[in-house]
Nanobody, 122 residues
Framework: QVQLVESGGGLVQAGGSLRLSCAAS????????MGWFRQVPGKERELVAT????????YYADSVKGRFTISRDNAKNTVYLQMNSLKPEDTAVYYC???????????????WGQGTQVTVSS
């Protein structure tokens, strides 16, 4: 089993920054690709960013490209999402997830954290 625990959410003004963390336990974290997603009530969950197990490859949704940075520290079993220049439309619950399929092109996110709320005021 895998346990993922997010932290770092909160209330911030537009233009501000937050850094989310996701601590993993129970599985060889360093061999798994990871992703950050977000969801607004009434809307589908949206992929925000992903990072390969090695940290060498990343992907960003167009809506966050240039503002968000995903990174990981395999020694600490933690993945991060640095969010800069935040906008009100970034308001959502943010989730981290672990890809159990091991495929960069066809990931399968089987393990999810409980989510952390990010609210950006205008």
């Amino acid at each position: 089993q895998v346990q993922l625990v997010e932290s770092g959410g909160g209330l911030v003004q537009a233009g501000g920054s937050l850094r989310l963390s996701c601590a993993a336990s129970g599985r060889a974290f360093s061999s798994n690709n990871m992703g950050w997603f977000r969801q607004v009530p009434g809307k589908e969950r949206e992929l925000v960013a992903t990072i390969k197990w090695s940290g060498r490859d990343t992907y960003y949704a167009d809506s966050v490209k240039g503002r968000f940075t995903i990174s990981r520290d395999n020694a600490k079993n933690t993945v991060y999402l640095q969010m800069n220049s935040l906008k009100p439309e970034d308001t959502a619950v943010y989730y981290c997830a672990l890809d159990s399929n091991g495929s960069w092109l066809r990931p399968k996110y089987d393990y999810w954290g409980q989510g952390t709320q990010v609210t950006v005021s205008s």
